[in-house]
């Protein structure tokens, strides 16, 4: 459930901005300062930085993992990092001495909100941050779906969570379980899409499939169908892969793109990762020209270029949320297979057109490929119209722009009315 624009006095999307005026129209007010308390190698929060840095926030990006710089954005990675950690009490130190250098690095920034991406270990040092700046969450999937297995994790995701002033979901079947499960005040939350970058939008009309294909040796007669998603686990590349196999020798025409995407920073999952693309280039191997493994990371435009190629997108993870990647591949035009999933059934309820994929994942992703062929024209641009109505990024930033606003101005009330939170 995208957020509506019914917030009233959001700014234009169009256009960066460094100062707004005051409700009484007699001075103009900065925007509120930003820091964003995420994992700043990772695409989405980057994303977010640079579009807040771009429409005139100061953006403090404060990092517990190795990142590129920014640009326009003061980043800040916390000291220690990348080096190896002996045994528990090594974790435990190291978790200790990032949550002192968080809680230094929000005195000395003094940021009007400290947005914190994701519940997991954004959301574990969180917990040590001072009080004092606004406090937004945005829950990511992943860390979600952990909680539910670990009582610790939910432990942490609960406290993050209830020391914030507003919570961003990016669906509404994720804003449910928060109020229900974490019993989060539903006035104290909002869904978010995050939507397609405007980017892309004008990109569209200028892609060339067949070059695309020629550019990644893709057959040209070839039905592509991408999974679009980062390999892993998490997002079932191996049943993805086993079902191509099976219906490899009935459908000669189909030929399979995997994306190795994002590397995970945590040993764990990038050793998972490493054994799903393994798997896909053995996969390549057994049927020469049948299987495309790109390892390594695409930029968002080539990867919008991949789907402007392709006919079908794969997007069938254990857990997702209202997806980037899944827009974006209804906005390119591809036929969307979707796994089972609540945000995913709220798209085609919202009116996106798409495939759910219901039954054992395997066998039924087996018999999808079978079937595969290109979305209809009228579809296609049923979704296109869907997306560029209601989804575009410039739109969701706006709204997160508003909300800090009104968070900020909220507590400035506060403090003259000699409120403590």
Known sequence: MTARSDLSGVDSADRPHRQRAAPDGTSPTALPSVMLLCGASSLHARKWAVALAERGHRVVAASWIGAEPIDGVDLRVAPGTGQTRHGPWGAVWQLVAAGWWLRRQVREARPDVLHVHSVGMAGLLSLLAPRRPARVVTPWGVDL????????????????????????????????????????????????????????????????????????????????????????????????????????????????????????????????????????????????????????????EDTFRLMRASEVSISVPRFDQRSCTVLEAAHAGCRLLLADLPPYRELVEDGLVADIVSG??????????????????????????????????????????????????????????????
Not at 240 to 262: E, K, N, P, S, W
Not at 278 to 295: C, F, I, S
Not at 368 to 388: D, K, T
């Open 145 to 300: 779906q952990s909680a539910r297995r670990s009582r610790f994790r939910r432990w942490v995701a609960r406290a993050a969570l209830r020391r914030c002033d507003l919570v961003l979901p990016t669906a509404g079947s994720v804003r449910t379980e928060i109020v229900e499960s974490y019993r989060i005040p539903a006035a104290r939350t909002r869904t978010v899409s995050w939507g397609v970058d405007d980017r892309l939008f004008a990109l569209r009309d200028t892609v060339t499939p067949s070059s695309v294909r020629r550019e990644f040796g893709i057959p040209d007669d070839a039905t592509v169908l991408f999974a679009a998603r980062t390999t892993g686990p998490v997002y079932r590349t191996p049943e993805v892969l086993r079902a191509f196999a099976q219906v490899a020798m009935t459908r000669l025409d189909l030929h399979l793109v995997v994306l190795t995407g994002h590397r995970p920073a945590e040993a764990a999952a990038a050793q998972a990762q490493r054994r799903c693309v393994t798997e896909a280039q053995e996969l390549a191997e057994r049927l020469p020209g049948r299987v495309t493994v790109l390892d390594r990371s695409l930029s968002p």
């Open 360 to 421: 054992p994942l395997e066998a039924a992703l087996a018999e999808q490929f079978l079937a595969a062929r290109p979305l209809e024209p009228a579809l296609r641009e049923r979704n296109r119209r869907f997306i560029e109505t209601s989804e575009s990024w410039s739109r969701q930033v706006s709204v997160v722009q508003e909300c800090y606003r009104r968070l900020t101005a909220d507590r400035v009330e506060q403090r003259r009315g000699g409120v403590s939170r």
